[in-house]
């Protein structure tokens, strides 16, 4: 069977999401959605495989700009709806999309493409490491107490439409964004994703609601949630879905948890898709009661390995030798020294030096943000140290004291 790979075409893009609404269960995407990604998708960075007039395979890649540790923003492939149809699985489809699509990313002189997988393991043979992790917390507040910093009392709290308060929510989101590793800094246009509110997203629960923290007349933080009420014999056991919260300073952020916890008739607030170290649970009396779970987030490539490795900075400083493996993009594959100084500044060049660790990109890129340690990665067998003390060194040059998070999908 023959099938033709080529650039995606304006006039085909309803064809091509056709093909991965397919792929993903066959549930169309809610109209107010789909308006949305029609205007944020790049056709002439998106792929698509045609059987004839027949789309059977989609990849999509978003230019994003992405924090990386040291507060530096890094511009990136957002790899995207990327799907085979059923009928022409295990022919090589999604091989050759991910070979054009990295050949692609690094004509554009992006050092590092990022996605979020379906399936953690469909990632890992392209060189794609897992680099953040997703907490999500199911939290018994009925049970739960919450403590609060000074200064909590001082902030005042008002509840807003989200679409009204986008510009104040994205300017908090905005100030916060650098400070992450992992986080996309929004392009125009994806200050709509955090507030698009399709009915039957809802899981039966109210519209998208925001409450605005506030000191002094300025928005200082923000939370978004929907409300899903819920009786049985004993009383009300309603569930706060928080979607979004963000703030500047301690008392604000208590200020936002405090409100979601103490709203009548709930008495859950649940979140998917936290950071993994949220100080939430510093504040909570019971973590045990939070029901905290933790999956994969952010998967990150390291398309050109020189620059992106020079692109962020580094915790101590180093001086190391790595023999790097990678097979689906050959020109990162050999010894490269990493020297970084005090100041965390780095350079990333070839050498013929011995090598002191040995590893593979995509290992590389699950330490990249600073969320995975090299020695972790050691102990299962996946990082070797070829020099006594190389690891250690190495290991705590790339941690970072911030995890790394991606907030949002794409």
Request: net charge negative; charged share 25%; glycine share 10%.
């Amino acid at each position: 069977m023959t099938t033709e790979l080529r650039v995606l075409s304006g006039s085909e893009w309803d064809v091509w999401l056709g093909c991965l609404e397919s792929a993903f269960g066959g549930v169309p995407i809610a109209p107010e959605t789909r308006e949305m990604y029609a205007e944020l998708t790049e056709p002439d960075r998106a792929l698509g495989h045609w059987d004839g007039p027949d789309c059977v395979g989609t990849a999509g890649a978003h230019s994003f700009r992405v924090a990386v540790p040291g507060g530096a923003v890094v511009p990136a492939a957002g790899i995207t709806m990327v799907s085979v149809a059923a009928t022409h699985r295990r022919q090589g489809l999604l091989t050759a999309m991910m070979r054009r699509q990295l050949d692609d990313v690094r004509s554009w002189g992006e050092p590092l493409a990022v996605l979020l997988a379906s399936e953690p393991g469909i990632y890992g043979r392209f060189g794609y490491g897992a680099a953040t992790s997703e907490m999500n917390l199911r939290i018994d507040s009925s049970r739960v107490l919450l403590s609060s910093p000074p200064g909590t009392d001082e902030i005042r709290l008002r509840q807003a439409s989200p679409a009204r308060a986008l510009d104040a929510c994205e300017a908090v989101y905005g100030r916060l964004a650098a400070s992450r590793p992992g986080t996309p800094l929004r392009q125009p246009g994806w200050e709509r994703v955090p507030v698009d509110d399709p009915e039957r997203g809802r899981q039966g629960g109210s519209a998208l609601r925001c409450v605005l923290a506030e000191r002094d007349g300025e928005v200082t933080g923000y939370a978004t949630y929907h409300l899903r009420p819920a009786w049985d014999d004993a009383g009300p056991k309603g569930t706060v879905a928080v979607r979004d919260l963000m703030a500047l300073d301690p008392a604000s952020y208590a200020a936002l948890w405090r409100f979601l916890f103490g709203i009548d008739l709930m008495s859950v607030v649940e979140c998917h898709n936290r950071p993994a170290d949220d100080a939430v649970l510093r504040l909570v009396s019971d973590v045990r009661r939070c029901e905290v779970r933790l999956r994969d987030g952010l998967y990150v490539r390291l398309v050109e390995l020189g620059a992106a490795l020079e692109a962020r900075t580094y915790r101590t400083p180093v001086d190391v030798v790595m023999e790097v493996e990678d097979v689906f993009c050959p020109w990162n594959a050999g010894r490269w020294r990493l020297t970084a100084d005090s100041k965390g500044a780095a350079t990333c060049r070839r050498t013929q030096d011995d090598p002191e660790l040995a590893l593979s990109v995509k290992e590389l890129g699950a330490a990249y943000l600073g969320g995975v340690s090299l020695s972790t990665l050691a102990a299962a067998g996946l990082v070797r140290e070829l020099r006594p003390g190389a690891l250690a060194g190495t290991s705590s040059a790339f941690s970072s004291d911030i995890q790394p998070w991606c907030p949002h999908g794409f």
